[in-house]
C-alpha cells in the first residue's frame, strides 16, 4: 500500500524548469517542480565520487527505483534498490501510525 502510494508520488513529481528573463539580460533557469522529498533525500544518501567535475552525482535512478517500488507493492522486496527504499518505507508507515 505504501509503496504503491510512494509510486504514485514519484511518479507525479518530476523535476521541471523555465527560462525567465534575467536582470542583467539573457535567460535564467528557475526551477517549477522538484522530486518528491523523500526521493530528494535518497540521492543524497547515495551520491557516487566524481573525479572529474565538482557537481555530485547519485547513484539512484528513477527507472529502478519505479521498478522496485512496483515490485514491492507485489510483494516482493528483494535486490538492492528495495533494501534501499525499505527505511523510507518504514518511515511513512511510522508517520501514519502516528496519525491513526
Not at 17 to 24: A, D, L, N, S, W
Not at 32 to 48: G, S, T
Not at 57 to 86: F, P, Q, S, Y
Request: proline letters at 5%; glycine letters at 4%.
Amino acid at each position: 500500500m505504501i509503496a504503491r502510494h510512494l509510486f504514485d508520488e514519484l511518479e507525479s513529481h518530476f523535476p521541471e524548469t523555465c527560462k525567465v528573463p534575467g536582470r542583467f539580460g539573457g535567460y535564467v533557469r528557475v526551477a517549477v517542480q522538484q522530486n518528491c522529498e523523500w526521493y530528494r533525500r535518497l540521492c543524497r544518501k547515495h551520491l557516487a565520487s566524481r573525479k572529474r567535475y565538482p557537481k555530485p552525482r547519485t547513484i539512484i535512478r528513477r527507472c529502478h527505483t519505479l521498478a522496485a517500488l512496483k515490485r514491492i507493492a507485489a510483494g516482493n522486496a528483494e535486490g538492492v534498490c528495495a533494501e534501499r527504499l525499505m527505511p523510507f518505507i518504514e518511515e511513512r508507515e511510522a508517520e501514519n501510525r502516528k496519525r491513526a
